[in-house]
């Protein structure tokens, strides 16, 4: 997979745009009313205080303290940017409090503090403790984070520690664990060479040796060469993993004669295909520089089948990403209020990663990667980022390491209950998005935009094209769509431009018309008029996916939704067995993705057409492995009134139950039925949705869906992706009146994944 590209311009409005910065503070209680703010503040906040006063313990009962982390630099050490200074790192630390937020449900604040100085660094991190659940330490230089982080653990009794080090020790040693196993190797009997011994490789090898590899059985090189006992000026913390297995003058060549293991936490491109080839049989090789790994991945694997190999990238099989282990070490650490991070909690978060990798692998985490099907093998050590069985599966092999440890204050007794209260934490809003968008980018299609002369469009497709989505090819009067271009700087260089009325090909015009005049002759169509229909860029854009010159159509932003997609059911048409298509919007909530039908095609649909549309949106929610809890929404329940639309609804809701009576669905029933389940529990016992709000909503008309979505989008403060266009063979979809780039983007992502179901 090709690197997508991020432009300087780019990651600037990112950050600018809006709210500067990428978080902010959001009230978790109620604020509508002068009563909720006394209660607030004064005079109700003195009653928790006094509370808290009386049981410290109690800050965690009334306080945010238990779920917030305080992220912590100076920054010395950022990414590959080096010593840039502590405002310079502060980006850098609100992108690790997002990764917290959206994989962990953990709040976060950033702390950049101005000091290099490890007694001030120290001091004043322990005075934050009252504040803050656990702290995170992040981007500070060796050798003074060994120092910094040693003190704060010894001195505050609540979790610390510096992802730099641990977070790339945990996860390589789950890869390197599951490593072993493939090849049939024990940890005590391999030979370990390691190119790097700064913070994150000295961590790496500690935690090795607690896996059971021996230290004379590691050699390791910093940047003047070989850790060796007779090399003069060897600092202290380099000292353990000083040797005299080699000669002083070993080189890396040298000590790479019959390795089982190579580990790589240094610079790119030192590794070379000789080096691999001597190497033992079925070698190892963690080549974790980044952006460019010690070796290339295909260089390295050109050399021997029996090479086992991760990276740090992501577009290379095995990643090892520190985003698989901090936000739910420290997600299992405030939920038993660790007092510190210990070995073994690390080492139960390493054990529990590598198990779950030997776990059947989840249908979307599958879609998400553009795999058919995952399995432990070498090319599948270590699970995948987006695999939301991660927080259920760390997290609690992390608090039961510490209540084993005698570390919790706070004991966890149902771990099926905690397990389900974790799964709870985060809906699927932003996963929904980014599997999308993953899969997408794997295998891009040519998608064609009827509407190319918007500058929104234009600013959606340039950033389609630069993430690797699709390959976009614009409909429009070319001078126009070029000026929009030139006015607004955008990089849409060598750009496919086509302008329908005087294409550059007149055959290609022709030929459409041809097939359009053979597809509509009984239909009222003649020659002349199938020339100039097809001169129209939807019918058009149409015959371009319908004759394979293009895999998707997006159309234009419009309010005519239904006329707008006349081209795309005349040329391509239904799918079989489908008489009635229907539009479907996804919103990403943060309690989890709601389905709304039909919300843009069926204006007044009847029983039968009801339970059509029903049928496509439920096969539609099931794409993204989601298994369907619908609603059959109106204004009554259960039979409580007797008008057009509650009657409708009850009938389709019997048909349907009958036609699938696998399925949950209910109706009809008030929307708010649909999703308070004590109401439901309380009032109507026989109902299918019950324990599980629903997550698909069946409305009676066009205009009870449309006023509904467009109140939650404008409202609620989410995301969505749509209109989805169900029932159609191929992939066309028209942009409503008012879609944001990123909003087009979604819809884009989605129609290439649709195209590539083929």
């Known amino acids: 997979m090709a690197k997508h590209r991020i432009r300087r311009e780019d990651a600037l409005e990112y950050h600018s745009k809006g709210r500067p910065g990428k978080i902010e503070v959001v009230p978790s209680k109620e604020t509508e009313n002068q009563r909720d703010l006394s209660l607030a503040y004064s005079p109700g906040v003195a009653e928790p205080c006094l509370a808290i006063a009386e049981n410290r313990e109690d800050v965690y009962k009334y306080t945010a303290k238990g779920n917030l982390v305080a992220v912590i630099t100076n920054g010395t050490a950022v990414l590959g940017l080096g010593d840039i200074g502590p405002e310079a790192s502060k980006p850098v630390m609100e992108g690790k409090g997002v990764l917290f937020k959206i994989y962990a449900d953990i709040d976060v604040f950033d702390i ?35 120092e910094i982080e040693r003190r704060l653990r010894a001195e505050m009794k609540i979790p610390v520690m510096h992802d730099d080090q641990h977070g790339t020790a945990i996860i390589s040693a789950a890869a390197l664990l599951n490593a072993l196993e493939i090849v049939k190797k024990r940890p005590e009997n391999i030979q370990l060479v390691v190119n790097g011994a700064g913070a994150a490789a000295l961590s790496c090898v500690r935690l090795y040796l607690l896996l059971g590899v021996k230290v004379e059985n590691v050699i390791m090189f910093d940047k003047d060469g070989l850790l060796h006992k007779n090399r003069p000026g060897i600092s202290e913390m380099h000292q353990e993993f000083a040797t005299d297995a080699l000669p002083v003058n070993a080189t890396l060549i040298d000590a790479m004669v019959g390795a089982d293991v190579f580990l790589g936490l240094s610079v790119g491109n030192v590794v ?5 080839r001597l190497m033992s049989p079925d070698p190892v090789v963690f080549a974790m520089a980044n ?20 990276t740090g990238r992501s577009d290379y099989p095995n990643q090892v990403n520190n985003v698989l282990g901090f936000p739910y070490i420290f997600r299992g650490a405030l939920d038993v209020r660790a ?23 989840p249908d979307m985490v599958n879609m998400a990667y553009n795999e058919k099907n995952l399995v432990f093998g070498r090319t599948y050590i270590i699970p995948k980022p987006m695999d939301q069985r991660l927080l259920t599966t760390v997290a609690p092999a992390v608090a039961q390491a510490a209540m084993l440890d005698g570390v919790a204050q706070k004991q966890i007794y149902d771990w099926d209950e905690y397990r389900q209260g974790l799964e709870k934490r985060l809906g699927l809003d932003n996963q929904i998005s980014r599997i999308i968008t993953g899969k997408a980018r794997r295998a891009p299609k040519r998608v064609v935009f009827a509407d ?3 500058l929104t469009v234009l600013k959606a497709i340039q950033q389609v094209r630069d993430e690797g989505i699709c390959e976009p090819i614009l409909l429009g009067d070319i001078p126009a769509i070029e000026k929009i271009i030139h006015d607004h700087s955008l990089d849409l260089k060598d750009i496919n431009i086509i302008d329908t009325r ?5 055959e290609m015009a022709q030929r459409y018309a041809e097939l359009f005049f053979e597809k509509r002759k009984r239909k009222g169509i003649v020659h002349t008029d199938a020339l100039k229909m097809i001169r129209k860029r939807n019918y058009f854009g149409a015959m371009m996916v319908e004759t394979g010159d293009a895999d998707a159509l997006i159309s234009g932003l419009t309010r005519n939704y239904p006329e707008t997609i006349r081209p795309g059911l005349e040329i391509i048409g239904r799918q079989e067995g489908v008489h009635r298509v229907a539009g479907m919007y996804i919103l990403l909530t943060k309690k989890g993705p709601l389905f709304f039908a039909d919300t843009t095609v069926n204006v007044n649909p009847t029983v039968d057409e009801l339970v059509e549309i029903t049928e496509l949106t439920a096969r539609g929610v099931e794409r993204f492995n989601i298994k369907p809890r619908i609603a059959m929404a109106t204004y009554s329940s259960f039979g409580s009134a007797k008008g057009d639309d509650a009657v409708k609804m009850r009938n389709a809701t019997a048909i349907l139950q009958k036609k699938h009576p696998d399925w949950i669905i209910e109706g009809e029933m008030q929307a708010h039925l649909a999703f308070n389940m004590e109401l439901v529990q309380e009032n109507y016992p026989f109902s299918k949705i019950s324990g599980e709000p629903a997550n698909t909503i069946i409305f009676p008309n ?3 869906s449309n006023i509904a979505y467009n109140l939650m989008k404008e409202t609620g403060d989410i995301e969505y992706i749509g209109p989805i266009l169900l029932g159609i063979r191929k992939p066309v979809h028209v942009l409503q009146l008012g879609s944001t780039v990123r909003e087009i983007v979604n819809m884009v992502a989605f129609a290439v994944v649709e195209a590539q179901r083929g």
Do not use: Q
Not at 339 to 358: G, P, Q, R, V
């Open 502 to 506: 005087k294409p550059k090909d007149p």
């Open 272 to 276: 070379t295909r000789e080096m691999i």
């Open 291 to 310: 952006p460019d790994p010690e070796i290339g991945y295909d260089e390295a694997m050109s050399v021997r089948e029996d090479l086992i190999m991760a």
């Open 702 to 704: 066009l205009s009870a």
């Open 112 to 146: 950049e503090l101005n000091t290099k100085d490890v007694d001030k660094f120290v001091e004043t991190v322990k005075l934050l403790e009252p504040t803050f659940g656990g702290v995170n330490l992040e981007d500070i230089k060796a050798p003074e984070c060994f």
């Open 452 to 454: 190319a002369e918007n």
């Open 339 to 361: 007092t510190e991070i210990t070995e073994n909690m690390k080492l139960a978060a390493t054990k529990a990663l590598a198990d779950l990798a030997k776990k059947p692998v």
